[in-house]
């Protein structure tokens, strides 16, 4: 069995589905790393992405447009933005507290609303890949590559955009002043909350595109959907130093364990107590993962901390 992993068919599906796993990982990451550089922590991600992947599914179902459905995660993930923003800027709430609280309401809302208004889960007509032309009939690599659903383009043409944002831009040069030194930011001008708010809710926005690209490319939806990949996607930021290229690569890297996971179960390899174990692996990478980078760069200065200008 282990012989049938590494032939050439088997890897490509590996590799080909590691992209399309790393997806809802690099959506939320994206997200929380613009949050973060400005100073504000998320933890509630896993709740908006579970809120995002009801609401995606139960419109898609409803109109029979997968892009409606992504059209109500993306309004859903605003308005949960809308929700955590007057908590954190508005009231002061502590940051990691109110992110618990989004992630009980998001678990709690989305069971109950799936349960009064779909019960038994019905497939939907999901996204379908779009194959680049040309590039995708290249043998091995088109299909690696050049065969996924738009949500997958976007996800990666989202990563130059946001590092171009943070970099070069003067939305982005406030996003890192508001992070680092928010009374500096504000004495000079720069509005610290309104800055907060619009990571927010782009931050949001994106959470709620993850669960959309955990539902839609497959056209099915279950409770508790995102299986801690809302708290991992917070993990990717630190792994990643607060980098969009670093939460990329990091997004891979636990795309590729999952695609590792998934083919081992498809070929028989694991199965029975192995398999659960195996199924370990996610949880165990972010472990992993957060002992080596705590030693490494430090955070942003004023990350989880409010800011009151008469404070």
Same mark, same amino acid.
Request: hydrophobic content about 45%; cysteine-free; overall charge positive.
């Given at each position: 069995m282990w012989s049938e992993f590494f032939t050439v068919s088997s890897l490509v599906v590996v590799l080909a589905s590691t992209i399309r796993l790393a997806t809802p990982f690099l959506f939320a990451s994206l997200g929380e790393t613009l949050g973060?550089?400005? @100073?504000?922590l998320n933890l509630g991600i896993e709740g908006v992405m579970l809120i995002g992947a009801f609401s995606s599914y139960y419109a898609a179902s409803k109109t029979g447009s997968p892009w409606m459905g992504v059209l109500a995660a993306l309004v859903t993930g605003c308005v949960m933005g809308l929700l955590y923003a007057f908590v954190t800027l508005v009231l002061h709430a502590e940051q990691g507290i109110s992110g618990i609280g989004v992630f009980l309401l998001g678990l709690g809302l989305t069971d109950v609303l799936f349960q009064r208004w779909v019960g038994t889960p019905i497939p939907i007509d999901g996204l379908d890949p779009w194959n680049i032309p040309f590039l995708a009939d290249i043998p091995t690599v088109g299909e690696i590559f050049f065969q996924h659903n738009p949500l997958v383009y976007l996800s990666v043409l989202l990563v130059v955009v946001a590092t171009v944002v943070i970099n070069r831009t003067t939305f982005g040069l406030n996003i890192r002043a508001v992070g680092e030194a928010p009374d500096a930011a504000d004495t000079l001008g720069i509005s610290v909350n309104r800055t907060r708010l619009f990571t927010i809710l782009i931050g949001n926005c994106m959470a709620g595109l993850a669960g959309a690209a955990l539902v839609l490319?497959?056209?099915? *939806? &279950? &409770?508790?959907? /995102?299986?801690?990949? +809302? *708290? !991992?996607?917070?993990?990717?930021?630190?792994? +990643?130093?607060?980098?969009?290229?670093?939460?990329?690569a990091g997004s891979l890297l636990f795309g590729f364990v999952l695609a590792v996971v998934n &083919? *081992? @179960?498809a070929l028989g390899i694991v199965s029975g107590a192995t398999s659960s174990l195996t199924a370990m692996a996610p949880a165990i990478? /972010? !472990?992993?993962?957060?002992? !080596?980078?705590?030693?490494?760069?430090?955070?942003?200065?004023?990350?989880?901390?409010? *800011?009151?200008?008469? +404070?």
């Open positions: 973060q550089r400005s @100073g504000v490319p497959f056209g099915t *939806f &279950q &409770q508790n959907l /995102t299986s801690g990949r +809302g *708290f !991992i996607a917070v993990a990717l930021v630190y792994f +990643g130093a607060w980098r969009p290229i670093g939460a990329f &083919q *081992f @179960g990478l /972010t !472990i992993v993962v957060l002992a !080596i980078v705590s030693r490494r760069i430090g955070q942003p200065a004023a990350l989880s901390k409010p *800011f009151d200008r008469n +404070g």
